[in-house]
């Protein structure tokens, strides 16, 4: 079995401004460990995956700062999407080139910007997904053990009865995905146990793509074969059209959603999406009043705060539930329970023509 | 009348920290306006008095400082303190070089680090003040009315009921100088209406200075005729030898409290002493949610805070009663209630061997 990495790289991150800017997303900061999160990302599957069959897609400048970030993957698999155009056409372009080389590929979809503290669980379960996947048509994915009623994520709702076994993981049939929930549907998924968050990680073979996207997808496949076309004539211009006709959508919605035949993982391996600031709360080391700090610092009489200011000394008196971030050019101060209003302030920015800050 | 005012720059303002440090003491830094404090200080006095006839006394290195933040004044005007030996023995140097060129010269003790945001008036007062004092041998001192139970300041004992009057201004005789009281007894000072805040600004006629030595202050005096012939023979190191033998102690305990014949003059010109970071929200302008900002800011939900971040972006989100201070290589975040705390921070730093940000 021939499995080939296709590792997503075009997120922004603007909930962790002011360390995320246009030219430094949540992919490259170093927010969970001293290495950036994409550098993790490729790293955690290199005792599965050898650096030839790792590719990342994204725009062109973010490939340049990926560039930088991963010297150890060959230039020539540093992808690169003509055009933002959602998650559907920029899975077809991947799988399309990996398609070429060898339909029978499997092809793992991750993503760079999330983390996982059990990296030899994941790189099992990986393994046995894409087992599963080389053994049929069938499409994988890993559903996350929800933990609380998110109303953030999307929820893959699965048959725990009849279990599919391949290299001794269970792999449950997906009855249906489900799109971002409001709370009291939250809440049933959670009680029910028969939900798991949607990781956004997907494993399949190139030519079982093609299949289900012929099958499921008709306004998107008359595209396929056109891609296959200009990647193997190595035209960029055709590329590029291509890209500017095809429907922006994204893959649940364009394929997930409606293939039969899909099957989901328990991804039980200490993931987390790392949305915003006070995710790190869960991820960084804490002292004994809660305060996790990188960067100098004193602390007087304070609790639970979170402090990002590498290089320079923090001091914090009396002050509770806060995170503090300082990079270069800005400072944050922002309540613990807000930090979604982060992007507010990116927003704010842009509409106050501060591009300096984005 | 011959007017010679003394600037005493020998403070060091630690509860500025960040932003005040070993060699950046509160006089220098720019909190009330655009200029420092101690530049402030001089500013104020120039219709009133010639540069010729301003000087500051400090120690060496904070004297390099004052050389750059006053470059108007002559350079023989910066006077040195050899040693730290508070404040009796710093104005027994200043008042002696005085008392060499002309002893029927008023000498105005005046104070770098405060802030009187009426300026006319103070000067008036001042004028007054050094025509009461050229008058008599009288000490003229300035009493500021108290607007709460201060257990911060020390207190002037005066009598009401006889005022002297000179160039229009009433003089209260001085009962008693008190040190800083406890709570219960400054609420009774508050009380009664016979108590003024000791601001440490004081006026006197050198040779007044000199008689009052003699009479009060018998362990002072004989330092007195040493300091005349040192500073006649420009004798440093005689002068050195004077402070290392003289006593350590405040002008207050060695002689305002013991001297008879001191006048205060109501010193209701706008006073602060600017004791700590939270006295700026007075001094400030403040946007009508109570924020008080030096520096680019957006604030989302915050209230009643103080941000000092000259240079960078700073992003408030969901704060209140904070304090917010950034430096070139520290932060501090404070709980607007706790700012004398910052005082323990840079003992902290002290104990723990970081004297780069001290």
Redesign the interface.
């Known amino acids: 079995m021939k499995l080939h990495a296709v590792i997503m790289a075009g997120g922004s991150g603007t909930r962790f ?2 360390l995320s800017r246009a030219g430094r997303a949540k992919q490259f900061l170093d927010i969970v460990s001293s290495k950036s999160m994409i550098q993790e990302a490729v790293e955690r599957i290199l005792p599965l995956v050898p650096p030839e069959r790792i590719s990342t897609i994204a725009d062109r400048e973010k490939t340049e700062v990926i560039r930088r970030h991963l010297p150890g993957l060959p230039g020539k698999n540093l992808w690169i999407e003509p055009l933002a155009r959602n998650t559907a056409p920029c899975l077809m372009l991947a799988t399309a080139k990996i398609y070429l080389e060898d339909p029978e590929t499997v092809v793992a979809v991750l993503t760079s910007d999330h983390l996982i503290t059990q990296k030899e669980k994941f790189l099992k379960k990986l393994r046995a997904a894409a087992d599963a996947a080389s053994r049929s048509l069938d499409f994988v994915t890993f559903g996350i053990p929800p933990t609380f009623p998110s109303t953030g994520y999307g929820y893959i709702h699965f048959s725990r009865e009849t279990p599919v076994v391949h290299s001794g993981e269970e792999f449950y049939p997906v009855r249906e995905f489900k799109e971002k929930p409001k709370f009291e549907q939250a809440v049933e998924f959670l009680g029910s146990g028969d939900y798991f968050w949607n990781s956004g990680m997907f494993v399949w073979r190139a030519d079982a793509f093609a299949r289900k996207l012929e099958k499921h997808a008709p306004g998107l496949f008359p595209f396929w074969g056109r891609l296959l076309k200009v990647l193997k004539e190595d035209d960029k211009r055709g590329l590029l059209e291509i890209f500017r006709e095809i429907p922006s959508i994204s893959i649940d919605y364009a394929l997930m959603e409606k293939a039969r035949g899909v099957l989901v993982e328990e991804g039980d391996f200490g993931w987390s999406d790392v949305g915003a600031w006070s995710s790190l709360f869960d991820i960084w080391p804490r002292d004994e009043r809660g305060n996790a700090l990188k960067g100098d610092a ?1 602390l ?2 304070s609790e639970n705060c979170l402090v990002y ?1 590498p290089g ?8 509770k539930d ?1 995170i ?1 971030v ?1 990079t270069e ?7 613990k ?3 979604q ?2 992007r ?2 990116v927003e ?2 842009k509409k ?1 023509g ?1 591009s300096d ?1 984005l």
């Not at 320079?312 to 002050?319: D, E, P, W, Y």
């Open positions: 401004w002011p004193i007087l009489d200011n320079k000394l923090t001091a914090l008196v009396g002050t806060l503090v300082e050019d800005a400072l944050l101060v922002c309540r329970d807000l930090d209003k982060v507010d302030i704010s920015l106050g501060k800050f």
